[in-house]
């Protein structure tokens, strides 16, 4: 076993108590930081959700030939912008009216709508300026006699999601810097429990990189179990939301999943080298 | 700068600190290959000061420490980890690892010189029997006496075949007895070619043998001087 590895288990296993209190602060500093995420994803989602109803309605001159109606839906399929465009029929938007609106119930005069193209769009393209672009596009179309989107409902509910983006930036930093912060005062604390051993070091002449090694491996060995822990609390705590209060909640993917334990490491790995830099540099 | 390889050599060194002021003033001196010399004064006389400076773990206010050809004005960290292994220290104090035994402690000075690990056990028994300690290669710090563990600081320091030993007081904490036994293993290691530097506050020590003394006072060198040959009674 190398002289790193050895020195860096020697240390954890001489102060138990000590290493278990590293991993547990990490593991409690990443688990809030996991959990603020996973609600930060599922308003994401819940948006993502939203958004994806966004649909642009062209209505179509009364008299058209269906022919090309289903002509101009299918140029307008070909839109980078658009996912799906649907020709709607004077009788299948009764039918849609009867479905979700109350007062029409008892119409079954089938000319009492107009025909329309229901277009979706892609991801990406979903925001206000590319959805008014769409549909400014789309109304110089001969027989589109009106074209609706819910211009200020798209609008509002891109404020609300920059809004949750830039809170979500912010609060995301503020808790990665508490993270980082305590992480660096427990790494400190193990630091400064070797003190004497790394002022031996020094005057039996250990090059600083020598006596640092030991450090990093123990902070990155820290920072993966407290990532790791953090996960598991964060998988539990999500399944006690979906459990008791009936919510679906989005887990992270496995891409997030090693992006956070990963986290963890590189946590304990920059943490563990300032505080072992900051004392070496005292000596 | 072949000529000052190992040797140390302080030229006009001057050491002050922001809150307690001038720890050394304007000190030269040089210790020769395979000398002894002695540092004696009272307390905050300026010994270990000298020491310090001597292992660069300080740096003069003003003026040059010159090391075994490192100098103070260009030297680097690398540059001092590197010396310290060709430097033995040794301290009142012992400065043991408390959880490692008699030859871990030893071993522990080789192998963050990264010696090769085939050779670190017979080193470390070949100090440990130089020191006579070999016996209680095993015991742990506080399982042996004073004098034992004095013994095992200063294999510490001998396991990297240093040119010099620095020594602070290396007796400060020891009865009679183990002063004498600890004393004449330093001389021992003078006399097969290792130059030692030690302060004391041991006068009786120093009156009793024959070799050089530098007498510091409030951070000045008083005198330095080596005692004709028989002009002192040797120790017993």
Known sequence: MSIVVRDAVNAARRSPLLSALSVTTIAFSLFAFALFGLVALNIRQALEDVAERVEIRAFVTENTRIESVV??????????EVLSARVVSQEQALERARRELGEFSD???????PASIDIRLRPGFRDPRNVAAVAARVRTIEFIDDVRYGEEWIAQLYRLRNLAGVTGIVMGLAFAGVAVIIIGATIRMTVLARAREISIMKLVGATDGFIRRPFLLDGVAKGLLGGMIALLMTWAAAQVLERYLRFDATFFDERMIVFGIAG???????????????HLRKL | MADTLGMIHFFGVTKEYPRSGVALAD??????KGEFAFLTGASGAGKSTILKLAYFDETPTRGEVRVSGV???????????????????VFQDFRLLDDRTA?????FALEVTGARSDQIGPRVNRVLTQVGLAAKSKAFPGELSGGEQQRVAIARALVNDPFVLIADEPTGNLDDKATRSVFQLLRDINASGTAVLMATHNLELVRRTDYRRIQMDHGRITSDATPARGAVAELS
């Open chain 1, 264 to 278: 963890g490491a590189l946590l304990g790995l920059f943490g563990s080298s300032f505080a072992v830099s900051r």
């Open chain 2, 27 to 32: 000190v030269s001196f040089r210790l020769a």
């Open chain 2, 71 to 89: 100098s103070s004005k260009d030297v680097t960290r690398r540059d001092i980890a590197q010396l310290r292994r060709r430097l033995g220290i």
């Open chain 1, 107 to 113: 119409v079954f005069e089938a000319g009492i709508l």
């Open chain 1, 71 to 80: 002509t101009a839906a299918n140029e307008i399929a070909r839109y980078a």
């Open chain 2, 103 to 107: 030859e871990g402690n030893v071993a």
